[in-house]
């Protein structure tokens, strides 16, 4: 490894592979299963999934002022604006296949975005209203809450996934770490 930019593009690819594991899991379940209130924060399988999908939505919306100079990484965003995020407790399953496929445009751009950053970008401040006492915090500190957000929220998925006794396991995937 010659970074820290490195292990920012790793987790964006671990990210990648871990979403379509979990879209791939939830695709095969039926609606009605995927949207059944599951008791969770976000109530259903689906929910947990778009919060995640939306967490990284706007954490790279987040991080364009930041790197405003640099023009790839502001490209590897552009796809960002066609994603649609849904809100609604439940959703169709036309509004489903929506989201799967958000869920390729947004880790795309994810990895993309992370891969046109410079080291230097890493450091470059984020603003932020959210940290007691902070307006703005580096990027490179953003990346790693962007990662631990949709850990987090697979891991509430994977949880549900094992009480319903569906296999589930995304957590070894192989990623390589520079190819």
Request: charged share 25%.
């Amino acid at each position: 490894m010659n970074g820290r930019k490195e292990i920012f593009v790793h987790f964006a690819k671990y990210n990648e592979e871990a979403d379509r594991a979990v879209v791939s899991i939830l695709d095969k379940m039926s609606q009605e299963d995927r949207e059944k209130n599951r008791k969770s924060f976000y109530g259903s399988l689906s929910g947990l999934a778009r919060h995640a999908l939306g967490g990284t939505f706007f954490f790279l919306g987040m991080f364009r002022e930041s790197v405003a100079h640099n023009g790839a990484a502001l490209k590897a965003l552009g796809p960002l604006a066609g994603v649609e995020l849904f809100h609604d407790k439940k959703i169709s399953e036309a509004q489903w296949k929506k989201v799967a496929g958000d869920f390729k445009t947004v880790d795309k751009a994810y990895v993309g975005f992370v891969s046109a950053l410079s080291e230097e970008d890493l450091d470059a401040p984020v603003k932020i209203s959210w940290y007691k006492g902070k307006s703005q915090v580096p990027l490179y500190f953003m990346l790693q809450q962007l990662t631990a957000h949709g850990i987090h929220h697979r891991g509430q998925i994977s949880q549900v996934l094992d009480s319903l006794k569906i296999d589930n396991d995304y957590s070894g995937l192989n990623v390589k770490l520079l190819g």
